[in-house]
């Protein structure tokens, strides 16, 4: 059974930064060939893909976070990284990370709070 555990989240001011960890197991596939994402959800919107990264490091990005997120994982530990600077209001929501395409589990999530 997938787990997702995502921690890190808060509340920062404007142009404040984070950092989410995400740590997964139970993937039918080894983590380290999976791309892994970060999705958010605002409340009262759809979930959104934030970034992505594939096996070979390939990183991509909505347009909305393009150049102030930066994803990355560390394959040794089964985790994924969204560093967050420069982070504005409309970045407010819940943050979750799973697989692209998600698998069917979702973790909590972290929450991350941006004051104007």
């Known amino acids: 059974q997938v787990q997702l555990v995502e921690s890190g989240g808060g509340l920062v001011q404007a142009g404040g930064s984070l950092r989410l960890s995400c740590i997964a197991s139970?993937?039918?596939?080894?983590?380290?060939?999976?791309?892994m994402a970060w999705y958010r959800q605002a409340p009262g919107k759809q979930r959104e893909l934030v970034a992505s990264?594939?096996?070979?490091?390939?990183?991509k990005y909505a347009d909305s976070v393009k150049g102030r997120f930066t994803i990355s994982r560390d394959n040794a530990k089964n985790t994924v990284y969204l560093q967050m600077n420069s982070l504005k209001p409309e970045d407010a929501a819940g943050y979750y990370c799973?697989?692209?395409?998600?698998?069917?589990?979702w973790g909590q999530g972290t929450q991350v709070a941006v004051s104007s």
């Open positions: 799973n697989a692209s395409p998600a698998v069917r589990e």
């Open positions: 139970g993937f039918r596939t080894l983590f380290r060939i999976n791309t």
């Open positions: 990264i594939s096996s070979g490091s390939n990183t």
